[in-house]
């Protein structure tokens, strides 16, 4: 009898330990696949890792990131309210939702959310950032500062960050200031060619024409469609004399849709 019982007690461990290993590697592979912007290899094994732990809040998470990104928001945003019903404390799902309510226009609901998320977590630095945008779009650019810098000093490698205070700082006039972030911006993510969009326009509005065209020439070699910096680097090289150029510049513009190139065509390329 004693032995019976041994032996059942011996596969209710290998069954625990077999169940443990299958849900922690369905999360990795979750985790993996989403990294790689599999998102629907993903939801598959998210959804397979929920079968075997219907409680765990993490899982619902990571699908519902998933599901934002292949732009099923409405079944995102269960998944965001069922991790936070089982979590209350899990800030991540807060600061998902909130992008959620963000990306939907509701820049007040997404603060709500971004409060929940610092409040429960104050040194979440993508928290702080993401609040920022809102209080960016709804136009209280001091207030969206405060927390942008608030997440540069969480995380002194958040590029989006300092990307987004440029913007801002730009916005209030101070384009030094914003150059400086950009700046930092670009040495944290050489592939970010807004930033460099970005900045090219500051050196344009301070004169700098030729490290404009630098900065736009970046960004179209980084995003060869970005129909703005074949316009922006057209009339700066105008400005600089450089007809030919101008004109080139302006019609590839114009063939990618940019359709405010047609006036300056008409104008410069007679």
Known sequence: M??????????????LNVYSQTF????????????????KGAIISYSKAIELNPKYSKAYNGRGNCKANLGDKK??????????????KLALAYNNRGNFKSDLGDNYGAINEFNKAIELNPKYSEAYN????CKDDLGDKKEAIDDYSK??????????AYYN????????GDKKGAIDDYNKAIDLNPKNSKAYMNRGTCKDDLGDKKGAINDYSKAIELNPKKSSAYFNRGLCKSDLGDKK????????ALDLGFYQAERAIKDLCK
């Open 2 to 15: 004693k032995n019976k019982i041994w032996l059942i007690l011996v596969l209710l461990l290998l069954t």
């Open 24 to 39: 922690d590697e369905l999360m990795t592979i979750g985790d993996e696949k989403y990294d790689k912007k599999d998102y």
């Open 75 to 88: 079944s995102a945003i269960e998944d965001y309210n069922k991790a936070i019903e089982l979590d209350p």
């Open 130 to 133: 993401n609040r920022g945008i």
């Open 151 to 160: 997440a540069i000093e969480l995380n002194p490698k958040n590029s989006d």
């Open 165 to 172: 205070r440029g913007h801002c700082k730009y916005g209030l």
């Open 245 to 252: 150029g101008a004109c080139i510049d302006l019609n590839k």
